[in-house]
């Protein structure tokens, strides 16, 4: 009777309008409830029969309510849905209409759906797929509505996670379809260097090789020669293989499964720096000082070479009496090479000390940290996560493919102010001021002006290296910008120099390959007739990054979770590094196998009116008291593994009182 009654709809609408609104954002939670937060941060409650109309991620415009000095809100109008594309598992209803449960830790609400992946394509409960929403509740939609656009894979499938995660992040799971190759597309002339001694270091199972060095002494420094693997040879710009490593833009590492960037047959065969085979590949030679210091112009050219000896990281380290060396894919660490090959590596070790000094003087070097490599079975399974430390000989390549770097970067600075660079600005503008306080409290002496150039952001970063503890360090590298991807040259204050563009991976970055081709161009003398990069490009390179580095790290989260199940049935143990502190409690990392774990502030002390945690200091306080800070190493429990969020949740061993 008073349900379609107009006067009364004309009331209530009436009401609403004359209501006062607020604008945000809605965040879900693991009830029922959620939040609606404003740009500024201030958080209203919404009640759950409010949350049924939206779903997390919505940005909207909501009807304040008032009971007496409680506030909630109710969601009005939709500005911008925040679901469009989304993974998602098949649920059926009781009378057998697909559902879905999207993956997403914050929205629990099932989305009737239909398939549009065609009509051969048959679903069965728990099914992997990729759908995208149509219709909304704030639109005037009855309900959430979405359309099925394809299969992922089925919901048995052990090796799920290696299909789920590329797609989640809109990335391939499969290399490019190998193709018919010519011997090849360009017809430059190139030195023969086939007889010269070449080697690579690589890990023992690395198949695309792209970098080979060859290193002499000169009696007041060293001369050393980079090849690079020169894929362009093969790939003629704008051709269909092109366009499909462009999309692509880098190679996906993913535990036990890497996605090219490149056919297997050119990024492991044509074009990998095989030990025995003749290769082509662009080279730089550049002679160094006695003191690390880079002696006059490099020099760029095309030649065959023929790389005479794959080398391993661990045995080369080895050999070097490096005792940090580990053995891993069945190499071994009693390694002895030849005379002249034992020569070139005890002038690249030699090399890499001076120039190891002359960064640690001129430029920066960042804190040696470890990597954490998955050893995962056919059946998907993780079998053991190995700490890596770098040794000696991961150094002696980084060095000279900075090297390289660098002087390509000059190279295409000076000759058409044009390229893909790695540029990085050192702090954010706006946060310089808290910067200054931060340190200068500390016994620094910094301002604002020499902390904006590189040479004052390199004494910086030196200063913070020399305290005692990571805890300012920490602190302030979340006031340093982000780096970038630029098709003009600018600095990288993270590494320290004037400009820095990468060519020595064009195996496995669409951007090494761009560069490969315009110091090509500038040997050819074609620049004239050049095509540059574009900020369009760049732009595309930027976004691919930023997936690969997710879908990345989502991979390693999902196997961290099905690993560590056990650890937290045990009760482990471990040792962890704070690495964040925010009102909800500590985020820190396992030193043992790299995983993030979340630890609650009901976890860490149990009377909430006690406890402070102030972000922006880094410090978290009971009775005004640091009992934590950023950088800390605390012992910590496993409590759970959350398969459906991808999350590890850990209590202080000990509750801090």
């Known amino acids: ?44 409650f919404v009640p759950p029969p ?53 993956d997403h830790p914050q929205i629990k609400t099932q989305i009737n759906a239909r398939n549009e992946a065609g009509q051969d394509v048959t679903f069965e409960e728990g099914d992997w797929v990729v759908a995208r929403l149509q219709r909304h509740p704030l639109k005037g939609d009855n309900t959430f509505f979405a359309s099925i656009e394809r299969k992922i894979t089925s919901a048995n499938d052990k090796l799920a996670a290696w299909k789920v995660v590329p797609a989640t992040h809109e990335l391939p799971d499969q290399p490019p379809a190998e193709q018919a190759y010519e011997q090849l597309q360009d017809e430059s002339e190139r030195l023969d260097l086939t007889e010269q001694p070449f080697f690579t270091i690589d890990s023992a199972s690395t198949k695309d090789m792209d970098d080979a060095l060859m290193i002499r002494e000169t009696g007041n420094g060293w001369e050393l020669t980079i090849a690079i693997a020169d894929p362009t040879a093969y790939i003629a710009d704008g051709s269909a293989l092109d366009e499909e490593a462009k999309q692509r833009a880098f190679t996906l590492y993913l535990p036990g499964h890497n996605v090219s960037m490149l056919p297997p047959k050119l990024s492991e065969e044509l074009c990998s720096l095989v030990a025995g085979e003749k290769r082509p590949a662009l080279c730089c030679r550049v ?13 760029f050219f095309l030649a065959w070479i023929k790389s005479q000896h794959k080398l391993s990281y661990s ?76 040794n000696i000989a991961h150094r002696m390549v980084e060095e000279s493919m900075l090297v390289a770097n ?24 706006e946060k310089v001021d808290d910067v200054i306080a931060i340190v200068n409290e500390q016994g620094g002496n910094f301002n604002r002006e020499t902390l904006l150039t590189l040479d004052g952001f390199c004494d910086l970063r030196r200063w913070l290296d020399a305290q005692e503890t990571g805890y300012l360090d920490a ?55 050049v095509s540059k990069p574009t900020a369009e490009l760049v732009d595309h390179l930027t ?38 502190l925010n009102r909800g409690g500590a985020r820190v990392r396992l030193l043992d196998n790299g995983a993030m774990a979340f630890v609650p502030a009901s976890l860490i002390h149990s009377k909430k009116e006690e406890l402070e945690i102030d972000r922006d200091a880094g410090t ?3 009775k005004q008291e640091v009992a934590l800070k950023l950088a800390d190493q605390i012992t910590v429990v496993l409590t759970e593994a959350r398969s459906a969020t991808r999350s590890l949740v850990a209590r202080l061993a000990e509750t801090l009182s």
Do not use: C
């Open 475 to 529: 602190r302030i590298r979340s006031k340093q910008s982000y780096s970038l991807i630029h098709h003009e040259p600018g600095p990288h204050y993270g590494l320290g120099f004037e400009s820095y563009a990468t060519w020595t991976s064009p195996i496995r970055k669409y951007g090494d390959m761009i560069n490969h081709r315009l110091l090509k161009a500038v040997l050819a003398n074609k620049t004239e007739v």
């Open 315 to 390: 045995n080369v380290a080895a050999f070097l009496g490096d005792n940090t060396a580990q053995s891993s894919d069945n190499d071994t660490l009693n390694w002895q090479p030849d005379d002249a090959l034992s020569a070139q590596l005890k002038a690249l070790h030699q090399f890499t000390l001076a120039r190891s000094n002359w960064r640690h003087e001129h430029a920066l070097i960042f804190p040696e940290r470890p990597d954490y490599r998955f050893e995962v079975n056919a059946q998907g399974e993780v079998e053991a996560i190995h700490v890596e430390h770098r």
């Open 1 to 44: 009777m008073f349900k379609d009654n107009p006067l009364l709809q004309q009331l209530k609408s009436e009401i609403k309008a004359a209501a006062p609104k607020v604008e945000g954002t809605i965040r879900g939670t693991d009830k029922s409830y959620g939040f609606l937060e404003t740009d500024k941060g201030k958080r209203y």
């Open 543 to 580: 976004l691919q990054r930023k997936r690969n580095r997710q879908a990345e790290r989502s991979m390693s989260d999902w196997l961290y979770v099905n690993f560590l199940e056990k650890a937290v049935k045990e009760k482990t143990e471990f040792s962890a590094e704070i690495i964040d």
């Open 620 to 622: 978290l306080k009971i």
């Open 287 to 299: 002679t160094i000082n006695e003191d690390g210091a880079l002696s006059g112009n490099s020099e």
């Open 406 to 429: 660098v002087s390509a970067a000059n190279w295409l600075k000076a000759e058409l102010n044009s390229g893909i660079f790695n540029v990085h600005n050192g702090l954010d503008p």
């Open 50 to 102: 409010a949350m049924k109309t939206v779903l997390h991620g919505d940005r909207v415009v909501a009807v304040l309510r008032k009971d007496g000095e409680k506030e909630s809100v109710e969601p009005d109008s939709l500005l911008e849905a925040g679901l469009d594309r989304f993974i998602a598992r098949i649920k059926y209803r009781k009378d057998r209409r697909p559902a879905l449960v999207a």
